[in-house]
């Protein structure tokens, strides 16, 4: 590695030797439809730079690229657009829908030093010299399935310019009239290419945290082996565009999806209700609201309650404004909710799954498991962060939503793990709604037009590599909801309270 004095922040170093002459770069916007013109703004003091294009999925594809002269531009502030000098690039229409990861570097004569082609996303993972983005599917030809990438949350993360949704040594030292922190988009970062806020994710070291590799790369690689053809989009497009889910079954995301506008959480309950499923194979979702601005540059979210001092752990107190949960909880769009979870942010987990019930229910077809068997505690999957229910246990011990989080009536809960509370454990599980400690991580399901999963632990696209029983779960349930008819009939229970 060399350290890019240019940026302040390390860089790749190619095979040949030490770049002297770093890139760096970010799209105007965060996605682009096949056949259209993308933007992307670069600033450089080599001569001429070149981008080189990477397609991940299954394996990852090298779909080309161009070079352009350089011009160096100074380094902004988080939360104003940066304004680097833009190049357009016409994307050829028969490209693939899918998410696409630019390599920039300094033009050199001969071939360019390039991750190889079919390596995964990991290994082209760098906090510089990379940017994302997402290519959305060009004219009428659909898959059954729309992945929704969380570029939001991506964002929220990403400290490029000396700050990110969660605050900046300027915002903390000021005045408690800085309530509303904002970001833009227009800056290095948001999934690769920038820092990244957080502690490093002690059960797989490869990538950080909050990053396109470390959550979303491994579902949709996953995904593609698995032959399940998917378009892709960003929560972006999901809150700009109502119509954008017609004529898809299945609405996946993965990973950690925290951040939701209010267009985006109105038009994707409006799919459920129409008939459109959902799965989340991910947790911590839609805990926070956010506001985009009008030209889809900038993102807002206020957390401070009246009266809190910055730092304040805002998720131990009521009023934080951009709280859904507060004013709409997530719970009746998601079925669950992280205040009824917890986190676990640093060092190595203790081994923790899903205690699992209602195993006659399709979704566990092919897995071997039975009631009272655990899922997935060998390799730790409830974890990092992971949502929950309200619940409460009949005369036979089999766990049920009360609803009175927000539950949908008919939540059929599958899987259920008791969240340590001995703090030396390292959960972290904040008294927000009632004094009761315990909290359980609660994966299930309900239909309410469509049928909306959700796995509830922000880990489960790691145990795909590793877990038989997680994978055919996976499957199980992709493959249920993206078909046409795919509303999943859910158990008959009785609650024997």
Request: with cysteine; net charge negative; charged share 20%.
């Amino acid at each position: 590695m060399t350290t890019d004095q240019h940026r302040g922040t390390p860089t790749p170093t190619p095979r040949g030797g030490p770049d002297p002459t770093p890139v760096s770069g970010y799209p105007a916007r965060p996605s682009v439809r096949a056949g259209d013109l993308l933007r992307l703004h670069v600033s450089t003091r080599a001569d001429r730079f070149r981008v080189d294009f990477f397609r991940c999925g299954a394996a990852t594809r090298h779909m080309g690229g161009f070079s352009a002269p350089g011009k160096d531009a100074p380094d902004g502030r988080h939360d104003q657009d940066w304004q680097w000098p833009g190049h357009d690039f016409a994307v050829p229409a028969h490209w693939p829908s899918g998410v696409y990861i630019a390599v920039l570097r300094p033009h050199a004569a001969g071939p360019p030093d390039l991750p190889a082609s079919g390596t995964g996303a990991e290994a082209l993972d760098a906090r510089d010299c990379r940017l994302l983005f997402v290519v959305t599917a060009a004219g009428s030809a659909k898959a059954r399935i729309l992945y929704k990438v969380p570029v939001l949350t991506y964002h929220a993360y990403n400290t490029s310019g000396g700050g990110s949704l969660y605050g900046s040594p300027q915002t903390h030292a000021r005045a408690l009239g800085h309530r509303i922190a904002t970001v833009t988009l227009r800056r290095p970062g948001g999934g690769i290419g920038g820092p990244v806020k957080g502690q490093p994710d002690a059960h797989d070291r490869r990538t950080p945290r909050q990053t396109f590799a470390h959550w979303d790369a491994p579902f949709i690689a996953w995904l593609e082996n698995a032959g399940l053809a998917a378009d892709y989009c960003t929560d972006l497009d999901l809150h700009t565009d109502p119509h954008l889910t017609d004529g898809y079954r299945l609405l996946l995301s993965a990973g950690h999806d925290e951040y939701w506008s209010e267009a985006a959480r109105r038009h994707v309950t409006a799919f459920r209700d129409l008939g459109g499923n959902i799965a989340n194979f991910g947790a911590n979702t839609c805990w926070w609201r956010v506001a985009i601005s009008a030209d889809g540059a900038m993102v807002r979210c206020a957390k401070l309650p009246p009266g809190a001092s910055p730092g304040t752990d805002v998720d131990t107190l009521r009023g934080a404004p951009d709280h859904w949960w507060e004013t709409e909880p997530e719970n009746t769009l998601t079925g669950v909710s992280y205040r009824n979870g917890g986190g676990h942010w640093e060092g190595a987990r203790s081994p923790l799954g899903f205690t699992v019930q209602h195993t006659e229910h399709p979704v566990f077809a092919g897995t071997g498991l039975r009631d009272g068997d655990v899922l997935g505690a060998e390799h730790s999957l409830v974890g990092y962060e992971c949502d929950g229910a309200d619940l409460h246990r009949d005369a036979t011990g089999r766990a049920f939503a009360t609803g009175r989080d927000g539950t949908p009536a008919g939540f059929t809960v599958l899987g259920v793990a008791a969240l340590p509370t001995d703090p030396a454990s390292g959960w972290h599980t904040a008294a927000r709604e009632n004094e009761d400690p315990h909290r359980a991580a609660t994966f299930g399901l309900y239909t309410a037009g469509g049928t909306v999963f959700t796995a509830a632990t922000v880990d489960w696209p790691r145990l795909l590599p590793l877990d038989h029983q997680v994978r055919t779960l996976t499957r199980n349930v992709v493959d249920l909801l993206s078909r046409s008819s795919g509303v999943l009939d859910r158990p008959r229970t009785t609650d024997h309270g």
